[in-house]
T-cell receptor, first 112, second 113 residues
Framework: ETGVTQTPRHLVMGMTNKKSLKCEQHLGHNAMYWYKQSAKKPLELMFVYSLEERVENNSVPSRFSPECPNSSHLFLHLHTLQPEDSALYLC???????????FGPGTRLTVL | SQQGEEDPQALSIQEGENATMNCSYKTSINNLQWYRQNSGRGLVHLILIRSNEREKHSGRLRVTLDTSKKSSSLLITASRAADTASYFCATGPRVDSSYKLIFGSGTRLLVRP
C-alpha cells in the first residue's frame, strides 16, 4: 500500500452520465495529481494541485473537472465523456515539486 | 516532444538473468526517477537519482545517470518472475517550482520462470 487510495476501482458509464472519481492520501503531502493512462501511450499528466490550488492544467477538455477541497482529497468530476476517454485514471501525491510521487491503484474507466 | 524514452520497449529474459533498461531524455533535469507498474495497477516508485549523482543502488537495482548523454539505465540483477512488470523513467525538470514529472512510454519486462 502506498498511502494513496482511489475509488471506485472500476467504473462503467454512458456518455450522458455524470460520475466522480475520488482520491485520498494519508501521507501529509502537499501536492496531488491526476494522470490518464491509455493503452500504448505514455502517462499523461492532467492536473496538479499544490496546497489545494491548481498549478497545472494540461489542456484537458472541460468534461473533466477537478476539485481539491483539502490537501488530502482530490476529485475528478466526469460528465458527457466520450468512448476515447476510456482509460486508467491514476492519482498521485508528493511532498513537494519534482519529488517522488506516490500513486494510487487507479480507476479503470470504461465509457460506453 | 517526449522527454523520457525507454529502450527497449519490451524485454524477455530467463529468471536469474540480469535486465537492463535504458532511458533517454532531452532537456536539463533536476532528477530522474524509475517506477514500476504491474498490469493495470498504480505505479510504484523504485529509485530517484539526482542530476549530480552518477550511480545509485537499492537492493537488486542499480541506476546510472549520464547527464552529458542525457541518459539513464536501470539494471535489475538476478531477476525473478515477480519482477515482471512495466518500468518507466520519469524526469523532473530543472525548474524549482515545477511539479511536472515527464514519463516515458515504458519497458515491458517479462521474466520467464
Amino acid at each position: 500500500e502506498t498511502g494513496v487510495t482511489q475509488t471506485p476501482r472500476h467504473l462503467v458509464m454512458g456518455m450522458t452520465n455524470k460520475k466522480s472519481l475520488k482520491c485520498e492520501q494519508h501521507l501529509g503531502h502537499n501536492a496531488m495529481y491526476w494522470y490518464k493512462q491509455s493503452a500504448k501511450k505514455p502517462l499523461e499528466l492532467m492536473f496538479v494541485y499544490s496546497l489545494e490550488e491548481r498549478v497545472e492544467n494540461n489542456s484537458v477538455p472541460s468534461r473533466f473537472s477537478p476539485e481539491c477541497p483539502n490537501s488530502s482529497h482530490l476529485f475528478l468530476h466526469l460528465h458527457t465523456l466520450q468512448p476515447e476517454d476510456s482509460a486508467l485514471y491514476l492519482c498521485a501525491s508528493s511532498r513537494r515539486a519534482s519529488d517522488t510521487q506516490y500513486f494510487g491503484p487507479g480507476t479503470r474507466l470504461t465509457v460506453l | 516532444s517526449q522527454q523520457g524514452e525507454e529502450d527497449p520497449q519490451a524485454l524477455s529474459i530467463q529468471e536469474g538473468e540480469n535486465a537492463t533498461m535504458n532511458c533517454s531524455y532531452k532537456t536539463s533535469i533536476n532528477n530522474l526517477q524509475w517506477y514500476r507498474q504491474n498490469s493495470g495497477r498504480g505505479l510504484v516508485h523504485l529509485i530517484l537519482i539526482r542530476s549530480n549523482e552518477r550511480e545509485k543502488h537499492s537492493g537488486r537495482l542499480r541506476v546510472t545517470l549520464d547527464t552529458s548523454k542525457k541518459s539513464s539505465s536501470l539494471l535489475i540483477t538476478a531477476s525473478r518472475a515477480a519482477d515482471t512488470a512495466s518500468y518507466f523513467c520519469a524526469t523532473g525538470p530543472r525548474v524549482d517550482s515545477s511539479y511536472k514529472l515527464i514519463f516515458g512510454s515504458g519497458t515491458r519486462l517479462l521474466v520467464r520462470p
